[in-house]
Nanobody
Framework: QVQLVESGGGLVQAGDSLRLSCAAS????????MGWFRQAPGKEREFVAA????????NTKDSLKGRFTISRDNAKNTVYLQMNSLKPEDTAVYYC????????????????WGQGTQVTVSS
């Protein structure tokens, strides 16, 4: 069993930065894949970034590279999403997710999800 709790969201102005945190509890494995997703109002959920728990290999949505960075602190069982130069179109509920396998398409197959944290970026 894995439980995920996101934090760090809020209301910011365009150009600001935020760092989201996802605290994982329960049993964890080195083969886990941790991901961030977001869902904007009226839109489908989209993949943001993912990271392997053991090696720290990352995969980030192409359009977000350079602004968004995923990282993890294994000792704290926490993954982060650093978001810089935020834009109004980044407004969404951001979800942390966990998959107990790092094989295949990193954008699908996540088994555990947090409740999400709201990020609102004003113009």
């Amino acid at each position: 069993q894995v439980q995920l709790v996101e934090s760090g969201g809020g209301l910011v102005q365009a150009g600001d930065s935020l760092r989201l945190s996802c605290a994982a509890s329960g049993r964890t494995f080195s083969s886990y894949l941790m991901g961030w997703f977001r869902q904007a109002p009226g839109k489908e959920r989209e993949f943001v970034a993912a990271i392997t728990w053991r090696g720290g290999s990352t995969n980030t949505k192409d359009s977000l590279k350079g602004r968004f960075t995923i990282s993890r602190d294994n000792a704290k069982n926490t993954v982060y999403l650093q978001m810089n130069s935020l834009k109004p179109e980044d407004t969404a509920v951001y979800y942390c997710a966990c998959r107990t396998s790092q094989t295949g398409n990193w954008r699908i197959g996540y088994e555990y999800w947090g409740q999400g944290t709201q990020v609102t970026v004003s113009s």
